[in-house]
């Protein structure tokens, strides 16, 4: 078993930042790729990035440039800076845990909402 617990979100401004966070534990050694998406209101989940277990890294093309994903092994935590925040941004952030193509956990998710 895997958990993850998201942190991290709330309410920012346009052009503003936020630091997701998701901490994981149990069976952790089963994770190759960690991974952010996002689901807005009446939306498909999205996407956002993810990273693999050996640090590289991968973006959807409406965040390139303006969010970085990165991850902590020492902590079991993966992380997504988020720069230029814009009202589309608005969205439920979730971590994802895989090893190679099957899924091994989600988060619950955290808010994050872009409005001034």
């Known amino acids: 078993q895997v958990q993850l617990v998201e942190s991290g979100g709330g309410l920012v401004q346009p052009g503003g930042s936020l630091r997701l966070s998701c901490a994981a534990s149990?069976?952790?050694?089963?994770?190759?790729?960690m991974a952010w998406y996002r689901q807005a209101p009446g939306k498909q989940r999205e996407l956002v990035a993810d990273?693999?277990?050996?640090?590289?890294?991968n973006y959807a093309d409406s965040v390139k440039g303006r969010f970085t994903v990165s991850r902590d092994n020492a902590k079991n935590t993966v992380y997504l800076q988020m720069n230029s925040l814009k009202p589309d941004d608005t969205a439920v952030y979730y971590c994802?845990?895989?090893?190679?193509?099957?899924?091994?956990?989600w988060g619950h998710g955290t808010q994050v909402t872009v409005s001034s």
């Open positions: 994802h845990a895989r090893s190679g193509a099957l899924t091994i956990a």
């Open positions: 149990g069976s952790i050694f089963r994770i190759n790729v």
């Open positions: 990273i693999t277990s050996d640090d590289r890294p």
